[in-house]
């Protein structure tokens, strides 16, 4: 079965960073397009960002558009999140998510990683 792993979470004070990293067991992300979600409490979960196979073609939210970047890593199996000038706004839980579509949509991904908290203090 495959499992997804978020790290690198924590508390960051606003316009701060933090760099969150999403890697799985058997070398899935290599062929799969990785997305990033969010979800604050008592809110529906959010897409953040997603990036295709190549690493190349990437799309993100209006929300932190310019502020952050997904990239990949294809021999360390590994798609990181780079989260810059965050706001207190950000805070939420930040998941990983596999698809074999290029989607904003939550449905639409298959595997999901258990999140990793990130806290934005003003």
């Known amino acids: 079965q495959v499992q997804l792993v978020e790290s690198g979470g924590g508390l960051a004070q606003a316009g701060g960073s933090l760099r969150l990293s999403c890697t799985s067991s058997?070398?899935?992300?290599?062929?799969?397009?990785v997305g990033w979600f969010r979800q604050a409490p008592g809110k529906e979960r959010q897409f953040v960002a997603v990036?295709?196979?190549?690493?190349?073609?990437?799309d993100y939210s209006d929300d932190v558009k310019g502020r952050f970047t997904i990239s990949r890593d294809r021999a360390k199996n590994e798609v990181y999140l780079q989260m810059n000038s965050l706001k207190p706004e950000d805070t939420a839980t930040y998941y990983c998510?596999?698809?074999?579509?290029?989607?904003?949509?939550?449905?639409?991904?298959?595997?999901w990683g258990q999140g990793t908290q990130v806290t934005v203090s003003s």
């Open positions: 990036v295709n196979l190549g690493g190349h073609i990437t």
């Open positions: 058997g070398g899935t992300l290599r062929t799969n397009m």
């Open positions: 998510a596999l698809t074999k579509l290029f989607t904003r949509i939550p449905a639409n991904y298959h595997t």
